[in-house]
């Protein structure tokens, strides 16, 4: 293997459908919390939730949702052999999905 290769959010074909449509047991059926802002906006492709400030005193959220946040992304990798099964490893830097966002007023 020399990449893996994977989509964040819902396809746009799927996105803006009724996620009622799916069977209950389905993932994009509709779940508790609700992961589907309705028609227009469709499902939240990522749901960041944190605390901020010295004494995380202050809460912020974002949600991604919208076909333009659609993407795909391809990660170069490689695989090992443990006991049969494909394990691949990947680092993922959380605090670049924030890096460029001011939050000194909070954020919602």
């Known amino acids: 293997m020399s990449q893996l290769t994977f989509s964040v959010g819902v396809d746009p074909g799927v996105n803006n459908g009724d996620p009622a449509a799916w069977a209950s047991f389905h993932p994009l059926a509709p779940k508790s919390p609700s992961m589907h802002w309705g028609w227009a ?10 605390s901020q400030d010295r004494n995380f005193a202050q809460d912020f959220q974002i949600h991604a949702l919208g076909n333009k946040n659609y993407f795909k992304q391809s990660i170069p990798t490689s695989a090992t052999d443990v006991n049969g099964a494909l394990v691949v490893s990947i ?14 007023n909070g954020l919602n």
């Open 91 to 104: 680092n993922a830097d959380y605090t670049k999905a924030v890096s460029q966002i001011g939050m000194a």
């Open 41 to 50: 906006s469709g499902y939240r492709f990522v749901a960041l939730k944190g």
